[in-house]
């Protein structure tokens, strides 16, 4: 009897122990399933300014931007077409905090977890290490969120151009832009070339491509010139940590702000 009774505990314990090892894992992170938190929203407003500002980027991306301001909350907007198979290089932002929304999917986002706080000190081997980055092939009205400091970018997985919104919000860290967005639209503006006609594209100079780069560090980004530059690993299975990151109230705040901005509220300026 009191082995049978002691075999059981024994077994009990046992289970309990290994739950118990399965729920400390699960906290930690350690989760390597291919599941990416999909968050979305079947919509997202933008602001109705008038004769908004279009910019070619260095891949044939056309954007159409637009920046607002309310109190201390400054961002810019881009609503953009990404042509099939492009996307930017791997890249930091230091001064915004970013959102992807993507309505139709189809575009692979990549992130890093490790973050690069330092602008002089970039994700190289000669510097501050290079970054293991996660993926996520995303689906329609799926909106990633992309805090400031790590390596990230994306790629238009599709064969036909895909649109893509993004938002960059000025961190509390960045210095005074004229615009108060903390550099994006004054860095397109300084690298992008105009559009003036949609149906008529100017061509894609390489000075423009470099200036895309070698500028970059004045708006506060480390931009690199090619994928491994500052990438080691590419793992397609995120870790909780990324998978589930968002950044909601920040995201609800610029949403109310547009939706202001459109109903006619005058504390809030988008141009």
């Known amino acids: 009897m009191l082995n049978h009774w002691f075999r059981a505990s024994l077994s009990l314990l046992t289970t309990i122990v290994l739950m118990f090892g399965v729920l400390v894992l699960g906290i930690m992170g350690f989760d390597h399933s291919p599941a990416w938190a999909i968050n979305s929203i079947p919509d997202l407003p933008f602001p109705k300014v008038e004769k908004p500002e279009q910019?070619?980027?260095?891949?044939?991306?056309?954007?159409?931007?637009?920046?607002?301001?309310?109190?201390?909350?400054?961002?810019?907007l881009a609503d953009a077409q990404i042509p099939a198979g492009a996307g930017p290089l791997p890249h930091i932002h230091h001064h915004t905090n970013e959102w992807f929304w993507t309505p139709q999917g189809g575009l692979e986002l990549f992130q890093s977890v490790q973050e690069y706080p330092d602008l002089n000190h970039p994700a190289t081997d000669e510097d501050a290490g290079r970054a293991k980055v996660y993926t996520v092939d995303t689906v329609p009205n799926q909106i990633v969120y992309g805090p400031k400091n790590r390596v990230h970018?994306?790629?238009?997985?599709?064969?036909?151009?895909?649109?893509?919104?993004?938002?960059?919000?000025?961190?509390?860290?960045?210095?005074?832009?004229?615009?108060?967005?903390?550099?994006?639209?004054?860095?397109?503006?300084?690298?992008g070339i105009l559009i003036t006609d949609a149906n008529n594209l100017p061509p894609i100079t390489d000075q423009a491509k470099e200036e895309f780069v070698t500028h970059a560090p004045q708006y506060g980004i480390n931009q690199s010139d090619y994928f491994l530059k500052y990438v080691a690993e590419v793992d397609h299975h995120p870790p909780l940590i990324l998978a589930k990151g968002s950044n909601d109230p920040d995201l609800m705040a610029i949403i109310d702000t547009i939706q202001a901005f459109n109903q006619g509220d005058t504390s809030v300026s988008c141009f």
Do not use: H, K, M
């Open 153 to 191: 970018g994306f790629t238009n997985i599709t064969d036909e151009t895909r649109p893509l919104t993004f938002i960059w919000l000025q961190d509390s860290s960045s210095p005074q832009y004229p615009y108060g967005d903390g550099g994006i639209r004054e860095y397109f503006q300084d690298v």
């Open 55 to 76: 910019i070619l980027g260095p891949a044939g991306e056309i954007f159409t931007f637009a920046t607002c301001n309310r109190g201390t909350q400054g961002f810019t």
